[in-house]
């Protein structure tokens, strides 16, 4: 296994699996729904899914046109009020995935698979019926990675292996106390993150239909009214963290390679620290400062005497300091983050790159200080510069019920 994958997997899984495994509240949410007694325990279901989609991508891909076809099986377990989150969610489910998508450029991406966790948070309509919004992470794995002698048109994918991000919006039809159908539309990123090149990424989006079995009988929850829900003020935080992994580029330079290949691999490592504010159930707001060790810096390969000389920047001048601001979502312990940043310092000054860069990605709470996350810094709002694979600490600023 490469180190690109090695990377990719285990920082998805300490992402996804724990998140659908353990999901519960990071510290509100009221007593269970149900009168009278004790809760029902959660329930297990599986449900499996078909996508035909269309593929989004920038690579002159040749073979084929730009369908494809994705089919899902999931194990989950439904929520039904034994925490307190669960009202609060509306009885949202989680669990595990496995996927495999079959492409009409299958010579060039192959026929990947992926595993991923879920979470379902259901917004209830009727009786029987209910919207979801659904968000998947995971890894993803069997690609066909590009190879400038026998691959060069999947500029898409440089690696054999790739993150795996999901989102639909389903809705579902209980049919009976254990069956349930449900249809909709799904979006599917694939990218390493810019841990190999190429790296411009994969999108298939399309319509999606399956059909769930719940093992124990199933109801469809009516949403709490407000009062029934605990109160919520609004709360400050601190968070600080570190986080980097893995970068490569294609190093500028002159002369001619003997093998045409200038990628080239180096570390990349940032501290954030961040002040937020909780101003709603569901959302926070914040900004910060990061500093970042970005060692790719200044890299060149050049030819001299036909001799490959390789150089970089030196290490003082690889920092930059940056000043962002953000959204964080929360879907229990799992929260899905979007930060807008200005590089307010950088070591070497490259005018073709940006100073405003992007961060997307996902953090788990582990405790109710502790947390890990898996984000990807990029810039021009979808070119990847490295990924954020960390750790951080919370500390609550104000207590308050929520």
Known sequence: MTAVRRQILTWAMVIALPAALHAQSAGSQPADAQPAGAAAPNSWFTRVSLSPSHVVADSPFESGGDGAQALSIEMGR?????????????????????????????????????????????FPIAARLQLSADVGLGVSWHWNAYDAATNPTNTAL?????????????????????????????????SNGATMQPNLGLAIIGPQAGVRYDFAPRAVHGRARNDELPLFAPAWEFLAGVAGSSKNVVA????????????????????????????????????????????????????????????????????????????????????????????????????????????YGARFRLSNHLWTTFAVRTVKGRKANFMELGLGYRVRLSRAPR
Do not use: K
Request: charged fraction near 20%.
């Open 78 to 122: 439904q929520t039904a009020g034994g925490a307190e989150w669960h009202r609060v969610y509306n009885y949202p489910a989680y669990g595990v995935g496995f996927s495999t998508a079959r492409f009409d450029h299958r010579r060039e991406l192959g026929q990947p698979i992926a595993l991923y966790g879920f979470f379902s948070w259901p």
């Open 158 to 190: 440089g690696s054999s292996a790739a993150y795996h991000v999901n989102g639909a919006m389903l809705l579902h039809y209980l049919a009976s106390e254990h069956t349930s159908l449900y249809g909709g539309l799904s979006v599917t990123h694939w």
């Open 252 to 359: 500028a330079g002159t002369g001619t390679i003997v093998d045409g290949d200038r990628r080239r691999s180096f570390g990349a490592l940032n501290a954030a620290t961040a002040v937020q504010r909780q101003i709603y159930r569901f959302g926070s707001v914040g900004s910060g400062v990061d500093i970042t060790y970005d060692g790719a810096a200044g890299a060149r390969v050049d030819v001299v005497n036909g001799r490959e000389i390789e150089s970089r920047a030196p290490a003082d001048r690889r920092m930059t300091i940056g000043v962002y601001g953000g959204y964080e979502h929360l879907l229990a312990r799992l929260s899905l983050l979007f930060d807008i940043g200005y590089t307010a310092y950088r070591g070497v000054d490259n005018p073709d790159v940006p100073r405003l860069y992007e961060r």
